[in-house]
């Protein structure tokens, strides 16, 4: 069994993150054009820069779901 070649989704990929603060998990998606905040705390998670999604500080990225 071999793998193929890697596809990349750069339009269409998730990402759950977790929010260092409260330690609330989400899934946002990878390319929002709004700030998403976390459902918890309500702290800004990601903010859209250059139409992608830029993580703050605060929060990690624990994987990325295709
Ligand atoms: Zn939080």
Do not use: N, S, W
């Given at each position: 069994m071999t793998?193929?070649?890697i596809v990349q989704q750069p339009n269409s990929?998730?990402?759950k993150v977790?929010?260092?603060d409260c330690e609330n998990e989400q899934i946002i998606f990878g390319n929002a054009s709004?700030?998403?905040k976390c459902l918890k705390?309500?702290?800004v998670l990601a903010?859209?820069?250059g139409?992608?999604?830029k993580l703050q500080p605060?929060?990690?990225e624990v994987e990325t779901l295709q």
């Open positions: 793998k193929g070649e990929r998730f990402l977790k929010c260092l709004t700030e998403v705390c309500d702290k903010k859209p820069v139409g992608k999604t605060i929060a990690r």
